[in-house]
C-alpha cells in the first residue's frame, strides 16, 4: 500500500508545529486550527471512506489517486 508522505517532510513543508493525525495511511494536516472535534470530524470522514467518496467522477487524477492514501491538507479560510 502507498503512504502518505513522512512526518520529517511535512514539517519541512509546514513548519516544525504543523498539527497532524495519521489516520488509515493519510496524513490529515490541519492548518486552520481547527476545534477538537472537527479533528474528530475529519478522522471519522478518513475512516468511514468519505474521502474517496468525495472524489470528482471526471477527473483522472482523482481515479488515480482513490483508494491510495494522500496527505489531505485543511488550509486557513
Known amino acids: ?3 502518505a508522505t513522512p512526518l520529517s517532510n511535512l514539517t519541512k513543508v509546514y ?3 504543523v498539527m497532524v493525525s495519521r489516520v488509515n495511511g493519510y496524513n490529515i494536516i490541519h ?4 476545534t477538537d472535534e472537527q479533528i474528530r470530524q475529519r478522522m471519522k470522514e478518513v475512516l468511514d471512506g468519505q474521502i474517496d467518496d468525495d472524489l470528482e467522477d471526471d477527473c483522472p487524477l482523482c481515479h488515480e489517486m ?6 489531505i ?4 479560510q
Open 1 to 3: 500500500m502507498d503512504t
Open 15 to 17: 513548519g516544525k508545529n
Open 31 to 34: 492548518l486552520d486550527n481547527p
Open 66 to 71: 482513490k483508494g491510495k492514501p494522500c496527505d
Open 73 to 76: 491538507v485543511y488550509y486557513k
